[in-house]
C-alpha cells in the first residue's frame, strides 16, 4: 500500500511505528503476566493474532502514550522507547528497549506492505522472552519511558505534552543485554533487547 492522504515518507512511517509499538508493548505487558488474563483480549493485526487491552486504562495508557510520540517521531527525536519493570522499592529490575532509526531523507514511497513485513517478525519472536526474562514479583510496577536525542523546542501536540521528564531510577552498573530482534527495510531500522541489571550491580 502506498502512502495516505498524500502523506510524506517519514509521516507514514512514523503512524506505521506508532501502531506496531502500540501492540508491541501490550504484548510485552501480556506475557510477563502482571495482569490477568482476562485483561486482554485477541485481535488480530498483520494477519498475526496478538492481544489487545480490554481494561480502558490500561489501553488508553498504552495508547496516548505512544502517540504522543508521533510527533517526534516524524522529527527524528526519539532514540529508544522502554517498557521498564520496576520492583517495590522503585528499582529498575527489566528494560525492553526498541531502538529506533527512521531515515529522515528517505524520498519514495513507502511501501506499508513490505515494512509490515519486516514488522510483524517481532511478534512471531516476542514468545521466546519468557525464557530469558525473570519472573516478576506481584507488587512490581511498569512504565513506557521515551529516550531523545533531543528536545523539542516547544510542544505542538496535546498528546505530546504527556511526557514528562522522569526521574526513573539507572542501574550504576553498565546492564547485561540480551537481543531479542532487529530489522532493517529503508526507511527504519528497529532493534528490540532486554536489559537486566548487572551481577555486579550494587545492592539498593
Avoid at 56 to 74: C, F, M, N, Q, T
Wanted: aromatic letters at 10%; one cysteine or more.
Amino acid at each position: 500500500m502506498e502512502r495516505k492522504d498524500n502523506q510524506s515518507p517519514q509521516d507514514e512511517t512514523a503512524r506505521i511505528l506508532v501502531e506496531f509499538l502500540e501492540v508491541a508493548i501490550t504484548s510485552i505487558v501480556f506475557l510477563k503476566g502482571i495482569y490477568p488474563p482476562g485483561a486482554f483480549e485477541r485481535r488480530k493485526y498483520m494477519n498475526l493474532v496478538v492481544q489487545r487491552a480490554r481494561h480502558p486504562e490500561l489501553r488508553d495508557y498504552i495508547h496516548s502514550a505512544v502517540l504522543g510520540l508521533l510527533p517526534s517521531i516524524k522529527k527524528g527525536l526519539v532514540e529508544r522507547v522502554a517498557v521498564i519493570f520496576f520492583d517495590s522499592d522503585n528499582n529498575p529490575m527489566e528494560r525492553f528497549m526498541f531502538k529506533l532509526t527512521v531515515d529522515g531523507s528517505y524520498d519514495s514511497n513507502v511501501k506499508e506492505a513490505d515494512l509490515e513485513f519486516s514488522l510483524r517478525s517481532f511478534f512471531i519472536k516476542l514468545p521466546v522472552i519468557e525464557s530469558v526474562t525473570r519472573v516478576l514479583p506481584h507488587n512490581c510496577r511498569w512504565e513506557i519511558t521515551a529516550y531523545f536525542r533531543s528536545l523539542p523546542q516547544e510542544s505542538s501536540s496535546k498528546n505530546e505534552e504527556l511526557w514528562i521528564p522522569t526521574d526513573t531510577k539507572q542501574w550504576q552498573q553498565p546492564p547485561l543485554i540480551t537481543p531479542i530482534k532487529s530489522m532493517s527495510s529503508q526507511p527504519l531500522s528497529v532493534q528490540l533487547y532486554l536489559e537486566h541489571p548487572s551481577v555486579s550491580e550494587p545492592k539498593p
